[in-house]
């Protein structure tokens, strides 16, 4: 079964897209589709951005812990906000702290937003900076409008069977990137 991390990138007093990345973690369970752990990004105190983790003199052990985690999950997803037609320093803070920990990666990215684009605006600027990188970016998205309305606090959709539904793509495409790559692997 693969492993997935699921970062959830607000650390917003009264956030909302928490409760998706909460979603994405029970529908991977019930389905039997992967093994997960979130990252929360409100739940660290990374200082802000000086170097890469790999020439930082003394990284804490949170730094370290988040290098592991995303060297050992075959796949990722990011739930991150829209703020301002982008996405949130937390996780550009994040991103920016790893490199060969993302290297060949896949990931794919859910988008929350209180208005009715579902942080759609934030899709291209966060794929081209993971394809810089060197990461996978997938070509598949789960925009959320409305989140407020949308997801529970828990992580409960108000409309399971289309949240589901929207979910069963978005999740196939980032499996699909995840045995191609492990083929690709084994071929070596």
Known sequence: MPKIAIISASVR????SHSVAL???KYLAQKQ???????DLDAFDFPIFEERLRLIENPTEEMLQLAKTITAVDGVIIVTPEYNGGY???LKNVIDLLYAEWKRKPIAIATVSA???GGSQV????????????????????PVAAVEKSFSEDGTPTDREASDKRANVFVNELLYWIKAKAANETDK
Not at 13 to 16: A, D, L, N, Q, S
Not at 33 to 39: G, N, P, R, S
Not at 129 to 140: D, E, Q, R
């Open 123 to 142: 899709i291209t600027s966060l794929q081209f900076i993971l394809w810089k990188i060197g990461a996978l970016p997938v070509p598949a998205m789960f």
């Open 23 to 25: 979603f994405f973690q």
């Open 33 to 39: 589709l992967a093994e997960t752990e979130i990252i």
């Open 88 to 90: 949130p320093a937390s």
């Open 115 to 117: 208005g009715p684009f």
């Open 13 to 16: 007093k009264g956030r909302k």
